[in-house]
């Protein structure tokens, strides 16, 4: 199959919210529906897409505002990494910390993301879920295809940060170069900026590691 992937950038972080989807079927992922539920509606009705799933890449709030609307709208499951639970249940907390008062519904997850075959059938889409910790202890990366859906792991100026809650530097330094085994040509679809090859980041890392 082909897929098509369309980001939209939503919220306070301008965090990416991407879906995914089949080019034959109209099956389509969300991906990090964080913010504006409404708008990711409108998107996926004017594309006439039908959501099979939401998978999230990490539970900071930024990223999960919109689950729950989404997953009651189309009735489909939510598939999140058992390393984030705790994160998920308090992702309020943070949101008044870091952005202001008004809370997001939390939602449940039905689908435990480390409990799937590498690659996992998700509707229509092969995805293969890399466990890559340190931005937040549950943090993945999702394959799909040539495409690397990053999270906050790997974001355009390097990897993610690991001053918020759940964060490791050293776990994600790990993460980070256990992806070194990818082919450089896949593109990196990060939760915040623009998509960026891999190859490019391991240069960007071996000029600053030079230089420091
Ligand atoms: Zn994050
Ligand atoms: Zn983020």
Redesign the pocket.
């Known amino acids: 199959m082909t897929h098509t992937i369309t980001a939209f950038p939503n919220g306070k972080w301008k965090q990416n919210c991407y879906i995914v989807s089949d080019d034959d079927t109209g099956q389509a992922l969300l991906i990090d529906p964080g913010s504006q539920a409404q708008e990711i509606q409108d998107l996926i009705s004017l594309r006439a897409h039908t959501p099979v799933a939401i998978l999230n890449t990490?539970a900071?709030y930024?990223?999960i505002g919109a689950v729950a609307a989404l997953m009651a709208q189309y009735a489909i499951p939510f598939y999140l990494h058992r390393g984030d639970d705790k994160l998920l249940k308090q992702a309020n907390l943070y949101k008044i910390l870091f952005e202001s008062k008004a809370p997001v519904t939390i939602p449940q997850a039905t689908h435990d993301l480390s409990q799937l075959a590498v690659p996992a059938q998700i509707g229509g889409f092969k995805v293969s879920v890399l466990f890559t910790p340190g931005?937040?202890q549950g943090?993945t990366c999702l394959q799909i295809g040539a495409d690397l859906f990053s999270?906050?792991t790997l974001l355009p100026g390097g990897p993610?940060?690991t001053d918020?809650p759940g964060g490791d530097k050293k776990m994600l330094t790990a993460s980070v170069n256990s992806l070194r085994n990818l082919p450089g040509t896949i593109t990196v679809r990060p939760?915040h900026g623009r998509p960026f090859a891999l190859a490019s980041l391991w240069e960007k890392l071996s000029r600053d590691g030079a230089t420091t």
């Open positions: 990490h900071h930024d990223h931005h937040t943090s999270g906050d993610g940060r918020l939760g």
